[in-house]
């Protein structure tokens, strides 16, 4: 191994292989490697400049280390340190890493090769801890290994439809899709927290016996490694590097309605009409799809929408914000279909037709890597969407949908799909958010998906067209967790789930309400969902134009019965009632990166039993919130840290550290306030 200083860089260079660990922010080293002659310096994930070490922070120390080989004899080999503030890292003479916080080991790579000493790493097995297998004329399917640290506890990684919020021994495709959102940050139990800084198309196996990182296709190898003393302290370093939110502005603060779908100007007068006469302040009321004539026409069907300027106008006028949606798809009858294949701005595909995406109609996904394509969509959707007055934009298809998820058949401006597709949510939602803020906006990007940095881009994340079934309502809980633990503050879920939900069965009633009361403690409270029974005629005939797409069933507060109105109406007011405590947590968010939803290891990571608990969560520091997440539930158990906490329900006050057992009746789930 040969070791060479360049700055405050430590180059180390073996079998064609070029190591490079530098210094990157507060107390933090960013690992990167290469089989070519320089690393292509794509900066990914970490855009914002890091903090410049200080002197007596940062070192580079060249060492030996000794072996003892099978004749008994001592050798010394070649060994390098760099050390960044409480985090550190040792490379040995065949460049196997091994990283510390303050002196104490928390990883080191995993490799398993005889190389001719008798010590824990010499095994016959020839298992090394980066793997480049090239392709054939290409670049390098990578493999990078980790021992595995028994007792740890990982959590973040973006969002997975699963009932696990500690993520070891768990196995996680590294894509996008509808309802799975890949945001490769790693926050561990150990103090440290690790960014795989890489957007290919790949898999993270946190196995019992090692971890691996596996990238389909790419040309460094490049992650993020930071120390703490506790996951606010990992949240701070990490999004100093990635980004923050923006404020969040406070119409989104209050409560959205949506449905599937709105199909007409006037049915989205007659919901906004028929809140404000009850007294109900909508925040924001959003168009779904279909409004066009055609996916990738970007603006209203006039038929259906002849006047919207003067509708957005009526919205304004009682104080609620709109959104639209916006689809990357663009279907072969688009307007603009042919000029945006001619300038090259559509997704590629390396064999067969040129199709990628065949939900009502033969379409292309638009390529968002392209600056060009950037520029041509927030064109139009400013003309035909923005300049009439429409605030926000729900930029629904993210990930994106595709046909079928072979990524290996697509390609990208900047590359082949393998290589970059965890990427482009965060490009597309770039394509509204730099001209919005350009032009004095306050953006605010509805996705169901995003990447390592999207919370820069003023992303509210949902998590998906999840099914409405407790099942669900369960994993959207610890997904909304793990979400947090990922740098991501602004996320939300459908209420009551999308797909599903007789709006006349009792049971789906009882679930929708469990849902809603979990909602007001999210950091965006939205109604939404797709509602049988589906026997809403179209409007027309035909495949052409917003008149023929279905609808589901009324999704508003009144559509559910007098009762339940009244506990949707008693907990809306307790949502009006946590604005200023909202603005508080919404601007933690901006200036330090902590999540709105928290685990409680969050808030209490020196207790033991808040590492354990996945079924509640603190909302911003004071709040303590316990959904109920099975039907037919009435009381459950609740875990109070040690300090005293109010039942905000009954200002009846507990002392903690101890289990309890709240009533939870059907209109209110037990939410316990911090008393300091």
Known sequence: MQFIQEGQALLCRRQGETLRIEPWGRDALRVRATMYPELTGHDWALTEAPEA?????????????????????????????????????????????????????????????????????????????????????????????????????????????QPYMDLKGCVLELAQKNSQITVPFLVSSLGYGLLWNNPAVGKVSFGKNLTEWEAGCCRDMDYWI??????????????????????????????????????????????????????????????????????????????????????????????IKVAVSVWPSVDRRSENFSEMVERGLLMRTERGAMQTYDYQGDCVQIDPMNPETRDYIWRKCKEHYYDLGIDYFWLDNSEPDLTKYDFDNFRYCIGPALMCSCIYPQEYSRAFYEPLKALGAEPVNLLRAGWAGSQRYANVLWSGDVPSTWESLRDQVQAGLNIGLAGIP?????????????????????????????????????????????????????????????????????????????????????????????????????ENGSPLMRAMFYEFPEDARCWELSDQYMFGPDYLVAPVMTPQTFSREVYLPAGAWEDIRTGETLEGGRTVTADAPIDSIPVFRRVR
């Not at 919901?271 to 970007?298: E, K, M, P, S």
């Open 226 to 319: 930071t120390a703490a003393d506790d996951p606010k302290g990992l949240l701070a370093n990490y999004t100093a590097v990635t980004g923050r939110a923006p404020m969040m502005p406070e119409s989104a603060m209050g409560f959205w309605q949506c449905k599937l779908r709105y199909r007409t100007q006037d049915e989205v007068l007659s919901v906004a009409r028929r809140y404000r006469d009850l007294g109900i302040q909508l925040g924001v009321i959003v168009i779904d799809f279909f409004h066009w004539t055609v996916q990738g026409d970007w603006k209203f069907d006039p038929k259906y929408w002849p006047d919207p300027k003067a509708m957005i106008d009526e919205l304004h006028a009682m104080g």
């Open 490 to 590: 602004w996320w939300n879920t459908d209420i009551g789930g999308f797909m599903g939900g007789n709006v006349n069965d009792p049971d789906f009633r009882e679930l929708l309400i469990r849902w809603y009361e979990w909602a007001v403690f999210e950091p965006v409270m939205r109604l939404h969902g797709d509602r049988e029974p589906f026997t809403i005629p179209a409007l027309e005939e035909g495949e052409r134009g917003g008149g023929f797409m279905r609808t589901g069933q009324d999704n508003e507060m009144w559509s559910f019965g007098e009762e339940n109105f009244a506990i949707m109406r008693k907990h809306y007011e307790l949502r009006r009632s946590l604005l200023p405590y909202l603005k508080q947590i919404f601007r933690e968010a901006h």
């Open 53 to 161: 070490p200080e002197a007596s922070a940062f070192a580079i120390t060249l060492g030996e280390e000794q072996e003892r080989e099978g004749d008994g004899l001592m050798y010394s080999y070649p060994t390098a340190t760099v050390r960044n503030g409480r985090v550190s890292v040792t490379v040995n003479h065949v460049g196997v890493m091994t990283f510390y916080r303050d002196g104490k080991k928390i990883l080191r790579e995993y490799y398993r090769f005889y190389w001719g000493t008798i010590s824990k790493e010499s095994r016959c097995l020839k298992t090394v801890s980066r793997e480049w297998m090239p392709y054939v004329g290409g670049d390098y399917r990578l493999t990078v290994r980790f021992e595995s640290n028994d007792g740890e506890k990982l959590f973040g990684m973006g969002q997975y439809q």
